[in-house]
């Protein structure tokens, strides 16, 4: 059973918002979605979420699926944009689980929100990109993206648009892609049918009103993400696959140097797309408070 709905902030931004799981549970978790990716993106959590009696609900972050865009979004303030959103769901406490290029969202939410964030879990996530360590492993296309786009941003913005429409074309087109530059591990859980027409559903909602939710998050990535670490207390645990080439292990292993209260989980021979493979150790993570 979904609750699939738009809500309304109070600065006029509307925001997509998908609640499953035990959906009369006071045990929240909030799902952030990678890049590009939408609010269906953790859907595949449902049986672990309703195992565990939390109410899972997953946002379409600003520029994808359902939510508006917003040209002046930068990571910093994505926190106080988030705070409107709890505010109008009427949540008080909560967690939050983010995927790869969700992490500098929900360190911005952990930031922002402080206590009233109770824990966070962070899978394949991305790091700030001012530690030369992690381009280490990094696959060719991606640390060009990177790279190029740290001295020429407009350049690389520009190209990425025009990446992400051919993605919005031909999600066909976007799953090679991942197959091209992702591990082996990872090319096997796109091979399967039922993970090939999960990713099609993904990607074919996160694009529906255009490319402006990726444009806008790529050139975020390429900039300091304006948050002082040392004052996230939250506890926050850090998976991340030893095998991973897109978004590298040394971006994990640089995310748990940062964040004061962390825990680090090496998973062994896993690529980026490890969560697909663990979710029941991720969600049981989340919902383990010791």
């Not at 008080?92 to 360190?107: E, M, N, R």
């Not at 670490?229 to 040394?250: K, L």
Request: aromatic share 14%.
């Amino acid at each position: 059973m979904y609750n699939d709905k738009i809500i309304s902030l109070k600065n006029g931004l509307e925001i997509g918002v998908l609640e499953f799981g035990d959906l009369n549970s006071n045990d929240i978790v909030f799902y952030l979605h990678g890049f590009p990716g939408c609010r269906f993106e953790p859907l595949f959590t449902e049986r672990f979420a309703l195992k565990n009696r939390i109410k899972i609900i997953s946002i379409d972050r600003l520029g994808y699926g359902n939510s508006s865009y917003y040209k002046d979004e930068t990571i910093l303030n994505f926190g106080d944009i988030f705070t409107n959103i709890v505010d109008t769901l009427q949540i008080d406490t909560f967690k939050v689980l983010a995927v790869s290029g969700g992490s500098p969202y929900l360190a911005s939410v952990c930031y922002a929100l402080k206590k009233r964030v109770k824990k966070a879990v962070v899978v394949s996530g991305l790091s700030p990109l001012d530690n030369e360590d992690i381009f280490r492993n990094l696959n060719i296309i991606n640390k060009f993206f990177l790279k190029f786009g740290q001295k020429f941003p407009k350049i690389t913005s520009l190209m990425v648009s025009f990446v992400a429409k051919t993605w919005k074309m031909s999600t066909k087109f976007m799953l090679l892609w991942l197959k091209t530059f992702m591990s082996k591990s990872d090319r096997n859980l796109l091979n399967t049918k039922d993970n090939h027409k999960y990713l099609t559903k993904v990607y074919n909602e996160a694009f529906k009103n255009g490319v402006n939710g990726v444009k806008k998050d790529f050139e975020l990535y390429l900039k300091p993400w304006n948050i002082n670490f040392d004052e996230i207390m939250t506890p926050v645990e850090i998976f991340h696959g030893n095998d991973d080439p897109y978004v590298t292990f040394q971006m994990g292993e640089y995310l748990n140097s940062l964040y004061k209260n962390s825990k680090f989980h090496e998973i062994d021979g896993e690529g980026h797309l490890a969560i697909l493979n663990n979710a029941k150790l991720v969600v049981d993570a989340i919902c383990n408070d010791n």
